[in-house]
């Protein structure tokens, strides 16, 4: 068994550390930069907040000015305010860290993001993302949930159950999350109502795929997206009943004797034309097509024989016509 101590617990504290620091700032800046921004703030933390740029320089082995200049390169990022005081001291400034995901100079464009943060609903939005995501989001996906908003009307609500909804399948694309945004939009998806209503029917959806797929004995754990395609065309765009695709699956089957969309897209296409929807439909169809077929057989009738149709017939003795073949056989006949 190991057992775990600090030397000198007293000595030992935390310096909370932004993720979207790590993330998306300390990956790209110069690591002595790093290195005056981390103990800085650990000082900040710890309550010694009269530190002088000599002191932070002398503390890292670092040329003063580097210490400046590191100051300056923050300041242009936007994570912290060099403030100068009005004083005979060069040195006399309030250096005020400013919170890493709120930063005025993250991205182009950001001020859209810095102009909303200080209502609580966006506030609340981003952070609740963050939770799905379990990380930071980046200034583009902030500036993506706005435009959201503004374009396409959706609630914070229905945002946040969007991202939930393409994390819940594995997927984190951003440019498939703009692609079922528009989706939604498309579909009138605006209320959580809209997203309870939308997400039940495709539910129902997915069974219905997963009835045809295995009707067809093909795999269902995964759905491909062109035959997601077809099956959606079939059932919503088409309106065709389940137990109709089925029918038509199974016409495929009979005839091809393998799995065929496309084959079955053509049945159905013409069973569309004809009026064909539903089972009931389908009934009315099987049931005229098999009288017509009964039709078509009574009216056939054999035609006449040309032996048995001959008028002029005779009518022999076949006693004696034997007769006479066995006398001719015995050279008996006169």
């Not at 594995?170 to 997400?199: C, F, P, Q």
Request: include cysteine; proline fraction near 4%.
């Amino acid at each position: 068994m190991l057992t775990f101590k600090f030397q000198n617990p007293e000595e030992f504290g935390i310096t909370p550390v932004d993720n979207f620091f790590i993330e998306y700032h300390m990956v790209d800046a110069p690591g002595d930069f790093v290195k005056v921004y981390l103990l800085a703030l650990k000082y900040c933390y710890t309550g010694q907040n009269k530190i002088s740029n000599a002191t932070l320089a002398n503390k890292l082995d670092l040329l003063e000015s580097d210490v400046v200049k590191a100051w300056e390169y923050w300041s242009e990022k936007g994570l912290v305010n060099v403030i100068k005081l009005p004083s005979d001291k060069e040195d006399n400034i309030i250096v005020e860290f400013i919170d890493p995901k709120y930063s005025a100079k993250l991205n182009t464009g950001s001020d859209k993001v810095i102009s909303v943060m200080d209502k609580p609903e966006i506030k609340q939005v981003f952070e609740t993302i963050e939770k799905i995501v379990s990380r930071p989001l980046s200034p583009k996906e902030m500036e993506m949930y706005l435009e959201w908003i503004d374009e396409y009307s959706m609630s914070p609500e229905v945002i946040i159950m969007l991202v939930q909804y393409c994390i819940s399948k594995n997927i984190h694309s951003l440019k498939y999350m703009e692609t079922v945004a528009r989706s939604w939009h498309d579909a009138g998806i605006r209320t959580l109502d809209d997203v309870e209503a939308y997400l039940k029917k495709e539910e129902q959806n997915y069974i219905n795929y997963r009835k045809i797929l295995r009707f067809l004995g093909l795999d269902d754990s995964e759905i491909m997206e062109l035959h997601k395609e077809y099956m959606s065309k079939w059932l919503n765009d088409m309106g065709f009943e389940l137990d109709v695709v089925l029918e038509a699956c199974k016409a495929c089957t009979l005839n091809i004797n393998k799995p065929n969309f496309s084959y079955i897209d053509k049945v159905l296409t013409s069973w569309a034309r004809e009026g064909i929807k539903t089972m009931e439909d389908y009934r009315k169809r099987a049931a005229q097509l098999k009288s017509d077929r009964v039709a078509k057989s009574t009216e056939f009738q054999v035609p006449k024989n040309y032996f048995n149709s001959y008028k002029d017939q005779r009518k022999y003795n076949i006693a004696e016509l034997e007769k006479k073949l066995l006398a001719r056989s015995r050279s008996e006949e006169p």
